[in-house]
């Protein structure tokens, strides 16, 4: 004990000891634990500050874990003695302050506890201890674990004792876990004040679904009045400034009732089924009960009284006059009181002329425009609960009211003020796949497909859908709607993008010889696509303006020519699953169509990659080079060669180069992503264009040809194009609107310069380093870390630690050094083979700043590495490290590895300055002995 008391350290493994060694006669430590003054308050540790932006540090108390098996060791033997003794510790602790009135935030202690309360015999924890529970629970830190552990243990086990001065304790958790604190929260129309309960709703929602039904049973009325507290707090209207069935529009589980209305949901959900329980336990009470309900000022708490009316019929159907007033048949009470006509009606007998009664006196909603038709309205809604249930004026009324074409349809949600429905997809469609295949079969497709009319309602079948089900028809039996792709040159236009994205998706997702002769279809679809979009009145007619928010994802004329190209690009991207090759002149001939006709966009986007994969002339662009691609493959196979096939296609790719020129943006972007594919279509007509592929007089092309580079490979060869075209140098002064692609142009010159065709003096390097690009050069040390795991050549990684020296030569002009920046140059220190004069000075500049970015474990691990041949070097840089880190955890071992390493090295001072500095970290202070233990067998 006197060892333990030296640090927290050692009292934390001294505690473990005694658990460890002492199983079964622990607590008898507990006395002479205490008068060592191991639970004194001051003991629990308060939050640490760990850097000046707001992070804090909880440290757990070393003495919990021997309390709490004190406590469970007390609960197991019923040893109230034992009992007491902890529960004192309890209550010290939660109870003193420090000097400036605050209590001690540390969860973990308030956790452990709740855990205690859990364990020790329930005749020691008084009322007054649980009026405790608010300290714990008003941490601003973490209050889950408390909250879990108050509902789920002490709670539950309070409440199933057959005590009855324990189900007082456990309503006694109850007052204090529902406690209602308000918080200021923003809103579109400023901040308002939402509750919230001082335990974390998700515990709470447990102890009320666990336990409200046995509350009901053993403290019916206690529970009852303190969820009726609550409501009335939480739904008050003159503070909330909403009526109740905006916050909790029905007592019932219900659709309509907002989950994040936690505070509100938990009450209603507390008093509905503790009621339930009381009154299947003590029906005469709990029916006097909900009698004052009814007559209550609050409205929800009048909601739930006539919810359990109706759902306690049998035993308090008597209480159905005080229901059958005008009070009840207003906007407040809508849901439950139609629930309880629409399921009781009939039960009703003397009180069904009454019913009606009320609902002729409704009085007009003033202020309403045409308030008596309204009225009229509302009075419908009513009898449409009580209709068809046996009574003749009810109906007949109803009927009357039914014919009365100015009222419209009746509401389908009659029973709420309002109704909120989420609907996703595309809605239902008029015919199912298997209906088109029949259609298709008797040769009437097209005429069941353009006779459909879509309604103009949410709700009814859409073109969308019918267009799906179409897809889905084709996909199901291909070989039927093939033969009649021409009788779908009449469709209308949704469906023919439907029949031919159908056919595209089943390409997709079957092998080339699965169910149809793929060679035919091919033919079939070609000459499909050839009809469409060949004839002069396709482009010259025109799509309405504004068909309308229904219509908006409706495939029209305007998606044909993308889906016949997305279809031809599918075509001719992977040889081993592409369309004859005798037909490629026939792809061809449609490409430069729909060429001729896409419209380039005028203006370029934030991301012109992202542009110019989703316009019309984007996608025409990509099938141009996939084709190109396929035709020189296929030549190559043929008489390997390709350049007589390159120079037929050549005048299209010029034509579109040459309309560059603050304009066609789409086709810089992407010829720049496929330069990798161009070096092997025409590497001399690429070096004779770089110059116009990235126009720097036009500045628009330029940027989206870099964006668009930023996604293409990069060999040795392109780089040096570019390169001695200044493509990169001008690019290196440009604002990229994507930081990615101004990314990839330094990871290309980063492994320019592993290649050896660059060097840190090139025009390119020279600008980063003399205009202190801080960003870029970090950018290029990460990606030298990211290459780590490659087989790099001695040369390349001596040219890595140059860039490294390079770069800390940087920070010394006196200027504030950049820690993100040094912080990545520490990860380099994967590529030290040893430590000599100038890795140990790269080393020692970088180690006070790798914690930045969590590169600290990196470093450390390295470190543990190079130990092995250098420990005294490495303890200069460690010490260094470890003045401005401050660590919590040893990431796999590696500081106990680093301090055995001293050890062993005979290093002893290090090792103990090492251990000293890290003693807060778990399993460190078990080194002292091994340092001890070595330094004198050194020294004998």
Known sequence: MNRMAKSSEHARRGFRLILEKRKHNFDDLFDALAEKGFFNPEENPAPEKVDDEGHFRVPYWDALDYLVAVAKKSGEDNNSDLGEKVMNVVRDVSQTRDEDGSLRDNYYTYHRFATILRLVPLSVVSEEDLDLIPNWLQGRFERGLVGHELGQGVFLRMLSDEQPENWRKAYRILYHCTTVRWIDTPGFSGSREEPITLIEDHWLKGMISAGATVLGEKVGRDACDLFVERLCEIFDPERRGVPSWILRPAIEENSQNRSWRAAENRFVEGLRDTLLGWLDHD?????????????????????????????????????????????????????????????????????????????????????????????????????????????????????????DASLGPVSEHPDFNSYHELAMGPGSTPYQADELVAFANAGNIVEKLNGFRQPDTWRGPTIQALIHALESAVGSRPEVFLPLLPKFLSADWPYQYGIINGFKLFWAASTVNQRINWDMAWEHLIGFFESVIAAPEFWSETMPKDQGPMYLLTPNKDWIPTVIADFLGAGTQNDAKAYPTSLLPRGWALIKILLEHATPVDTVADDPMTQALNTEKGRVIGVLYNHALRVCRVRDSEIDSHDEAWREMQPIFDAELAKCKNGNYEFSTLTASFAINIEYLAPHWLRARIAEIFPVKYRNNFLCALEGLAYAQMTPWMYTQLKDCDVLTVALHAELKVRHARENIL????????????????????????????????EISRFFWSVRGQNLTKEQTDRILTFWDRCIDLTHDGNEPASEFLSSLGLLSCYLGGIGEREERLLLVVAPFVYVDYNADFFVEELDRLADGNPGKVSKVLLELLKTYNPVLDFQDHFKSIIRKFTQAGLFNDARTVADKLRRIPGIEDLWNEIDVSASRSNS
């Open 283 to 403: 029906q005469a009470n709990a029916h006097d009960f909900i009698q004052k309900m009814l007559c209550a000022n609050s409205k929800v708490v009048q909601r739930i009284g006539v919810y359990m009316v109706n759902q306690g019929w049998d035993r308090l159907n008597d209480l159905c006059p005080s229901v059958l007033a005008p009070t009840f048949f207003n906007f407040e009470c809508l849901h439950e009181t139609y629930g309880l006509l629409k399921k009781h009606f009939k039960d009703f007998a003397e009180y069904k002329e009454q019913t009606i009664l009320v609902i002729r006196q409704l009085l007009p909603v003033p202020g309403c425009d045409d308030a008596n038709r309204y009225l009229i309205s509302r009075q419908r809604d009513w009898l449409s609960a009580v209709s068809g249930q046996g009574y003749e004026p009810a109906d007949s009324w109803y009927s009357e009211l039914n014919s």
């Open 747 to 778: 990871h290309w010159m980063a492994l320019a310069y592993l290649w050896g065709n660059e060097t840190l003096d090139s025009s390119q390097f020279a600008y980063l380093f003399e205009s202190k690009q801080i960003q870029d050069l970090r």
